[in-house]
């Protein structure tokens, strides 16, 4: 049955794959990226839900402006999503959570698959392997760069797998299509719109991340950071840097002393620290005393309470930073994610569905990471509510690491990645 079923949608596989790579879109923005997901998932029977029926509205961090979120729903309306779709989603409610009921009693098993892309210009050589088979990214500095492509496709190819077999399963089954993941911004609203509270067990993954072979999976991971997202901005007073310097507030030179001093901060005893300034803007000419400048930085600790001590350090150097040089700061929070503590009983039901894998080469029962992710929020309440949760990894060679324009992974490793999904499906037929 699954080796069939597997062979058979291998090429469709490839096809959405390629499809959501050329067309991707940023958190909260994903509109034809959504509107594809949704029509398919309609067409295989699930009962979807869009717009505000997936988030918390005031849970939402990091939303674009809304003149960005206008002008990418026009570009969707181009590309020819319905109007009855925009409808639901304007203003940014991208996502899709598609839910299916077998009528028998059984298991509520959740998967996550996240569907965003990065603001990253991708390789236009013939040597990159998308540009080579012509479906490289059709945006200008929008860039799936993270495999989140693949992610929606295995989600698919998964839905498909129950829709068919509906009737030789038991219990139900929702089906999360993220929006936002980059920046840890849209977990959580979904998590408190209720979705992930009545959940038996939950399932997200991640392709790549460690040099892993096509064929392995890593069944849980520990590792993963807590992590804080935050736009600052300083505001100062600008004159003329030659005749009246001494009007001028420095907004740059408060980002710059800021900057310099966040990377000071000491490590805690208690484990991991991570902080980056990734973006830094400001001023408005050579001659003039810059009075703005804004940053982009995240922090990042082993824990949440390692976090907090890091954000709280980064807040008091910034508001410093600020005083120094007599200007005003503001700090947003536009992005977190907690730690990811899997549940260890899953490594061994993991590797027992696993065991005669066709695809399926070898189960890894734990491996470690150095990122973040927002899914933490749903390990977080599905385990609270006494369910088991994990975060896997689907191996594949890299030959460029994640983030980076030539980014790419092997297509070879989704019927891996989908054969893993179908086996803890189907092993719910014989759960007690």
């Given at each position: 049955m699954i080796a069939a079923f597997i062979d058979d949608i291998s090429p469709q596989l490839v096809k959405w794959r390629r499809s959501f790579h050329r067309e991707p879109e940023l958190g909260f923005m994903e509109y034809i990226t959504t509107y594809k997901i949704g029509k398919e998932l309609q067409r295989l029977g699930y009962t979807i839900y869009l717009g505000k029926d997936v988030m918390q509205d005031e849970s939402r961090l990091g939303?674009?402006?809304?003149?960005?979120?206008?002008?990418?729903?026009?570009?969707?309306?181009?590309?020819?999503?319905?109007?009855?779709?925009?409808?639901?989603?304007?203003?940014?409610?991208?996502?899709?959570?598609?839910?299916?009921d077998t009528g028998k009693t059984g298991n509520h098993l959740s998967f996550r698959f996240d569907i965003d892309a990065l603001p990253i210009d991708e390789c236009k050589e013939s040597s990159h392997f998308p540009s080579q088979h012509h479906f490289a990214s059709a945006f200008q500095n929008v860039m799936h760069a993270c495999g989140h492509d693949g992610h929606m496709t295995i989600g698919l190819g998964l839905a498909a797998f129950i829709a068919k077999y509906i009737n030789e399963l038991k219990g139900r089954y929702t089906l999360i299509f993220q929006p936002a993941e980059e920046g840890g911004r849209g977990a959580k609203a979904i998590v408190d719109k209720g979705w992930l509270d009545d959940v038996d067990y939950f399932y997200a993954g991640h392709i790549g991340i460690q040099p892993l072979a096509v064929g392995e999976v890593a069944a849980t991971t520990e590792g993963f950071l807590a992590s804080t997202k935050l736009n600052v901005t300083f505001q100062g007073e600008s004159s003329h840097a030659g005749m009246q310097p001494e009007l001028g507030k420095n907004a740059l030179l408060a980002a710059a002393t800021a900057v310099s001093n966040l990377y000071a901060i000491p490590r805690h005893s208690e484990g991991i620290t991570r902080i980056n300034v990734g973006k830094l803007m400001a001023g408005n000419g050579r001659n003039i005393i810059a009075d703005n400048s804004k940053m982009e930085v995240e922090t990042?600790?082993?824990?949440?309470?390692?976090?907090?001590?890091?954000?709280?350090?980064?807040?008091?150097?910034?508001?410093?930073?600020?005083?120094?040089?007599?200007?005003?700061?503001?700090?947003?929070?536009?992005?977190?994610?907690?730690?990811?503590?899997?549940?260890?009983?899953?490594?061994?039901?993991?590797?027992?569905?696993?065991?005669?894998?066709?695809?399926?080469?070898?189960?890894?029962?734990?491996?470690?990471?150095?990122?973040?992710?927002?899914?933490?929020?749903?390990?977080?309440?599905?385990?609270?509510?006494?369910?088991?949760?994990?975060?896997?990894?689907?191996?594949?060679?890299?030959?460029?690491?994640?983030?980076?324009?030539?980014?790419?992974?092997?297509?070879?490793?989704?019927?891996?990645?989908?054969?893993?999904?179908i086996r803890i499906v189907l092993a719910e037929r014989t759960s007690s």
């Amino acid at each position: 049955m699954i080796a069939a079923f597997i062979d058979d949608i291998s090429p469709q596989l490839v096809k959405w794959r390629r499809s959501f790579h050329r067309e991707p879109e940023l958190g909260f923005m994903e509109y034809i990226t959504t509107y594809k997901i949704g029509k398919e998932l309609q067409r295989l029977g699930y009962t979807i839900y869009l717009g505000k029926d997936v988030m918390q509205d005031e849970s939402r961090l990091g939303v674009p402006e809304n003149k960005k979120l206008i002008e990418q729903e026009t570009i969707a309306q181009e590309w020819g999503v319905e109007e009855s779709w925009l409808h639901h989603m304007r203003g940014g409610f991208t996502g899709v959570i598609a839910t299916i009921d077998t009528g028998k009693t059984g298991n509520h098993l959740s998967f996550r698959f996240d569907i965003d892309a990065l603001p990253i210009d991708e390789c236009k050589e013939s040597s990159h392997f998308p540009s080579q088979h012509h479906f490289a990214s059709a945006f200008q500095n929008v860039m799936h760069a993270c495999g989140h492509d693949g992610h929606m496709t295995i989600g698919l190819g998964l839905a498909a797998f129950i829709a068919k077999y509906i009737n030789e399963l038991k219990g139900r089954y929702t089906l999360i299509f993220q929006p936002a993941e980059e920046g840890g911004r849209g977990a959580k609203a979904i998590v408190d719109k209720g979705w992930l509270d009545d959940v038996d067990y939950f399932y997200a993954g991640h392709i790549g991340i460690q040099p892993l072979a096509v064929g392995e999976v890593a069944a849980t991971t520990e590792g993963f950071l807590a992590s804080t997202k935050l736009n600052v901005t300083f505001q100062g007073e600008s004159s003329h840097a030659g005749m009246q310097p001494e009007l001028g507030k420095n907004a740059l030179l408060a980002a710059a002393t800021a900057v310099s001093n966040l990377y000071a901060i000491p490590r805690h005893s208690e484990g991991i620290t991570r902080i980056n300034v990734g973006k830094l803007m400001a001023g408005n000419g050579r001659n003039i005393i810059a009075d703005n400048s804004k940053m982009e930085v995240e922090t990042r600790g082993i824990t949440r309470k390692v976090n907090q001590y890091m954000f709280e350090e980064a807040k008091r150097i910034i508001e410093s930073a600020a005083s120094m040089h007599d200007v005003h700061s503001h700090i947003e929070e536009v992005g977190s994610t907690n730690e990811i503590v899997c549940s260890e009983e899953l490594i061994s039901h993991i590797s027992a569905c696993c065991a005669n894998g066709v695809y399926i080469k070898n189960i890894i029962p734990e491996i470690t990471v150095m990122g973040s992710e927002d899914a933490s929020y749903m390990v977080d309440q599905v385990q609270k509510n006494g369910g088991k949760a994990t975060y896997m990894l689907f191996g594949t060679h890299l030959h460029y690491p994640h983030h980076h324009p030539r980014f790419d992974f092997q297509e070879e490793l989704l019927p891996v990645a989908l054969e893993t999904f179908i086996r803890i499906v189907l092993a719910e037929r014989t759960s007690s």
